[in-house]
């Protein structure tokens, strides 16, 4: 089961050749989007700034609050498709939890690669968390 991709009117889209080829690009998320990336949380900035930015992990562009499917994701990397999600204490809800837990099997269906970060390992051990996606950039590359 998929959740459809909704277009205006609320009407099913079909997907196409041309939207894997961008991701599965929803510009139906743009508005949210914007929003979400003027308002990151502190450890969101903290990821950001200190290891995804300006070509920081081993060269590879990031982009913040992307939009994929009907969803968006924290940050993303087009080339490796990797997602890297940051939760809060909210995502300890059960169904923020369940909601999460569909939502990144989708996204694998579709041929992504998510790893997830708490916001205490981040603002606590950023450095451990920059090896972590180091590691996985690493497995990714090998896949290639």
């Not at 204490?89 to 708490?118: N, P, S, W």
Request: hydrophobic share 35%; proline share 1%.
């Amino acid at each position: 089961f998929y959740p459809p991709l909704e277009g205006v009117g609320g009407g099913k889209k079909i997907i196409t050749k041309n939207m894997k080829e961008f991701n599965y690009y929803n510009k139906n998320l743009k508005q949210n989007a914007n929003k979400l990336r003027k308002e990151m949380t502190k450890a969101e900035a903290c990821l950001w700034k200190y290891v995804l930015r300006t070509r920081q992990m081993k060269g590879y562009t990031f982009n913040r609050q992307r939009f994929i499917l009907n969803y968006i994701a924290d940050f993303f990397c087009k080339e490796l498709k990797l997602i890297i999600e940051v939760d809060g204490a909210t995502h300890f809800e059960e169904e923020v939890y369940k909601k999460d837990i569909v939502r990144q099997r989708i996204l694998e269906e579709h041929g992504y690669k998510i790893i997830r970060f708490m916001d205490e390992e981040i603002l606590n051990e950023i450095n451990n968390v920059a090896e972590n996606i180091r590691g996985v950039v690493d497995d990714l590359e090998k896949e290639k």
